[in-house]
Protein backbone atom coordinates (compact mmCIF):
# COMPACT_ATOMS: atom_id res chain seq x y z
CA UNK A 1 0.00 0.00 0.00
CA UNK A 2 3.20 2.56 0.37
CA UNK A 3 4.63 2.07 -2.95
CA UNK A 4 0.81 2.83 -4.78
CA UNK A 5 0.08 5.45 -2.66
CA UNK A 6 4.18 7.09 -3.48
CA UNK A 7 3.33 6.04 -6.77
CA UNK A 8 0.30 7.62 -7.20
CA UNK A 9 1.66 11.31 -5.44
CA UNK A 10 4.79 11.03 -7.77
CA UNK A 11 2.45 10.79 -10.77
CA UNK A 12 0.20 13.60 -9.42
CA UNK A 13 3.12 15.74 -8.39
CA UNK A 14 4.54 14.96 -11.82
CA UNK A 15 1.98 16.13 -13.59
CA UNK A 16 1.56 19.35 -11.80
CA UNK A 17 -2.58 18.11 -10.20
CA UNK A 18 -3.84 20.20 -7.95
CA UNK A 19 -4.26 24.52 -7.68
CA UNK A 20 -0.63 25.25 -8.40
CA UNK A 21 0.43 27.07 -5.47
CA UNK A 22 2.28 24.29 -4.55
CA UNK A 23 4.68 21.49 -6.52
CA UNK A 24 6.77 18.51 -5.17
CA UNK A 25 8.42 16.00 -6.62
CA UNK A 26 11.37 12.83 -5.75
CA UNK A 27 14.64 13.93 -4.63
CA UNK A 28 16.44 11.67 -6.43
CA UNK A 29 14.44 9.98 -9.67
CA UNK A 30 16.40 6.24 -8.92
CA UNK A 31 14.61 6.25 -5.36
CA UNK A 32 13.24 3.22 -5.42
CA UNK A 33 11.86 3.32 -1.75
CA UNK A 34 10.35 6.78 -2.75
CA UNK A 35 11.34 8.08 0.69
CA UNK A 36 12.95 11.82 -0.40
CA UNK A 37 10.67 14.27 -1.81
CA UNK A 38 11.36 18.25 -2.70
CA UNK A 39 8.61 20.46 -1.99
CA UNK A 40 7.83 24.19 -3.37
CA UNK A 41 5.45 26.45 -1.84
CA UNK A 42 4.40 29.84 -3.63
CA UNK A 43 3.94 32.53 -0.73
CA UNK A 44 0.42 33.35 -0.56
CA UNK A 45 -0.64 36.72 -1.89
CA UNK A 46 -1.40 39.59 0.17
CA UNK A 47 0.95 38.75 3.31
CA UNK A 48 4.90 39.20 3.98
CA UNK A 49 5.56 36.37 1.98
CA UNK A 50 3.76 37.43 -1.44
CA UNK A 51 5.92 36.28 -4.41
CA UNK A 52 8.83 33.98 -2.33
CA UNK A 53 9.25 30.70 -3.27
CA UNK A 54 9.74 28.09 -0.08
CA UNK A 55 11.48 25.08 -0.71
CA UNK A 56 10.62 22.07 1.64
CA UNK A 57 12.20 18.69 1.79
CA UNK A 58 9.84 15.54 3.04
CA UNK A 59 10.59 12.20 3.72
CA UNK A 60 7.84 9.20 3.69
CA UNK A 61 9.53 6.94 6.22
CA UNK A 62 8.34 2.95 6.23
CA UNK A 63 5.39 3.31 7.80
CA UNK A 64 3.66 5.95 5.37
CA UNK A 65 1.24 6.68 4.91
CA UNK A 66 -0.39 5.18 8.61
CA UNK A 67 2.44 8.14 9.82
CA UNK A 68 3.01 11.24 8.21
CA UNK A 69 6.37 12.42 6.61
CA UNK A 70 8.80 14.61 8.41
CA UNK A 71 8.89 18.36 7.21
CA UNK A 72 11.50 20.99 6.91
CA UNK A 73 12.24 24.18 5.18
CA UNK A 74 15.53 24.87 3.47
CA UNK A 75 14.40 28.52 3.23
CA UNK A 76 13.90 30.32 6.18
CA UNK A 77 10.70 31.24 7.08
CA UNK A 78 9.22 32.67 10.50
CA UNK A 79 5.88 30.19 11.28
CA UNK A 80 4.96 28.98 14.73
CA UNK A 81 4.77 25.52 13.47
CA UNK A 82 8.84 25.37 12.32
CA UNK A 83 11.92 25.41 14.66
CA UNK A 84 13.83 28.32 13.50
CA UNK A 85 17.33 26.76 14.50
CA UNK A 86 16.44 23.30 12.58
CA UNK A 87 13.39 24.44 9.53
CA UNK A 88 11.44 21.07 10.91
CA UNK A 89 7.95 21.62 11.20
CA UNK A 90 6.50 20.53 14.13
CA UNK A 91 3.62 17.72 14.17
CA UNK A 92 2.09 19.03 17.02
CA UNK A 93 1.72 22.45 15.65
CA UNK A 94 0.47 21.95 12.11
CA UNK A 95 -3.38 20.53 11.97
CA UNK A 96 -2.43 18.60 9.42
CA UNK A 97 0.31 16.39 10.90
CA UNK A 98 -1.33 16.22 13.99
CA UNK A 99 -4.69 15.20 12.89
CA UNK A 100 -2.84 12.95 10.59
CA UNK A 101 -4.93 10.63 8.02
CA UNK A 102 -3.50 7.94 5.66
CA UNK A 103 -5.40 9.72 3.07
CA UNK A 104 -3.35 12.43 3.35
CA UNK A 105 -0.69 13.09 1.44
CA UNK A 106 2.25 15.20 0.53
CA UNK A 107 0.13 17.94 -1.01
CA UNK A 108 -2.24 18.32 1.90
CA UNK A 109 1.13 19.10 3.84
CA UNK A 110 2.71 21.98 1.52
CA UNK A 111 -1.03 22.90 1.32
CA UNK A 112 -1.87 23.61 4.86
CA UNK A 113 1.64 25.05 5.46
CA UNK A 114 0.72 27.44 2.39
CA UNK A 115 -3.11 28.42 4.33
CA UNK A 116 -0.45 28.64 7.76
CA UNK A 117 1.45 31.40 6.04
CA UNK A 118 -1.95 33.31 5.00
CA UNK A 119 -3.79 33.20 8.30
CA UNK A 120 -4.41 36.35 10.20
CA UNK A 121 -2.24 35.75 12.95
CA UNK A 122 0.62 34.87 10.29
CA UNK A 123 0.54 36.94 7.07
CA UNK A 124 2.34 39.68 8.69
CA UNK A 125 4.55 37.92 10.56
CA UNK A 126 8.51 39.81 10.11
CA UNK A 127 10.58 37.27 7.90
CA UNK A 128 14.20 36.48 7.57
CA UNK A 129 15.85 37.72 4.12
CA UNK A 130 14.36 35.95 0.76
CA UNK A 131 16.93 33.75 -0.11
CA UNK A 132 18.81 32.82 3.07
CA UNK A 133 18.50 29.04 4.25
CA UNK A 134 18.18 26.72 7.25
Known sequence: PRNFKLLEELEKGEKGIGDGTCSY???????ISMSDWNGTILGPGHTVHENRIYSL???CGDLYPDVPPTVSFLSRVNLPCVNQTTG????AKLTCLSNW???YGLETVLVDLRREMASPS???LPQPPEGSTF
Open 25 to 31: GLLDGDD
Open 57 to 59: KLH
Open 88 to 91: RVDP
Open 101 to 103: KRT
Open 122 to 124: NRK
